[in-house]
């Protein structure tokens, strides 16, 4: 099969069930987002400071330092993606937050190939304070 596009595939973290593509990206940002810093053996770099960002009170900087944390994570650890453009989309008195992404989805971006470039908008991501 000359020219299929190679897709990264994985297990689902919920159902056990085999992903490829677009779900298995979005459980991989997922994944990089609500981990923390030092939290994974062997890998202590690999995460994200998010959570540590949403002990903070809500404030106009804080989202700044949000997209920030997202952007420079997924750069780090997700050679599939390149985020174009973040909207914070929830706020809850929780300190729950929903946070859209867009973004050029490139399949074989692990490989080195950014050749294929698909335009991808998810829909929000949700961040809380308590949960993962």
Do not use: C, D, F
């Given at each position: 099969m000359v020219g299929a596009i190679r897709y990264r595939a994985g297990i689902d973290a919920v159902t056990g069930n085999p992903i490829t593509g677009v779900p298995h990206l979005v459980q991989s940002?997922?994944?990089?987002?609500?981990?923390?810093l030092e939290e994974m053996v062997m890998l202590l770099d690999f995460g994200s400071n998010l959570r540590g960002l949403l002990a903070e009170d809500i404030e106009p900087g804080l989202a700044l330092d949000i997209y920030n944390e997202m952007v420079a994570s997924a750069a780090r650890w997700e050679p599939e993606y390149?985020?174009?453009?973040?909207?914070l989309v929830k706020v809850t008195q929780d300190g729950t937050l929903g946070i859209r992404h867009a973004g050029?989805?490139?399949p074989e971006g692990r490989l080195g190939n950014y050749d294929i470039a698909i335009p991808l908008t998810?829909?929000?991501t949700s961040l809380g304070?308590?949960?993962?």
């Open positions: 940002l997922g994944r990089i987002w609500m981990t923390r390149e985020i174009t453009s973040l909207q050029i989805y490139y998810v829909p929000p304070r308590g949960g993962a």
